[in-house]
Nanobody
Framework: VQLQASGGGLVQAGGSLRLSCRAS????????MGWFRQAPGEEREFVAG????????YYADSVRGRFTSSRDEARNTVYLQMNSLKPEDTAVYYC????????????????WGQGTQVTVSS
């Protein structure tokens, strides 16, 4: 599965951004998609996941209530709507795909996109 993420940028605290990730290839083999992020000097952090059927979602505590993940099956695209952004949300965001719903381990996602930078200024 190949993943192409887009939509990052610079935004002020309190603002919003929407990330997109288009999947191609054998997408049926990796139905669970999600997002991780990594800030400089920090470990990769799980952000959100979404199932292939029904679009059930789960989130990290740090973003629940502010971020929303959704998917458009016809376009093989998942989205991450990020509202009420904080400076601590600044990171490179990676789109991922795997087959295990509910996991927060980066090892369980074996397809990774190239990453898109999100910068939130205070």
């Amino acid at each position: 599965v190949q993943l192409q993420a887009s939509g990052g940028g610079l935004v002020q605290a309190g603002g919003s951004l929407r990330l997109s990730c288009r999947a191609s290839g054998r997408t049926f083999s990796r139905p669970v998609m999600g997002w991780f992020r990594q800030a400089p000097g920090e470990e990769r952090e799980f952000v959100a996941g979404i199932s292939g059927i029904g679009g059930s979602t789960y989130y990290a505590d740090s973003v629940r209530g502010r971020f929303t993940s959704s998917r458009d099956e016809a376009r093989n695209t998942v989205y991450l709507q990020m509202n009420s952004l904080k400076p601590e949300d600044t990171a490179v965001y990676y789109c991922v795909a795997g087959s295990r719903y509910g996991t927060r381990r980066h090892e369980d996602f074996d397809s990774w996109g190239q990453g898109t930078q999100v910068t939130v200024s205070s």
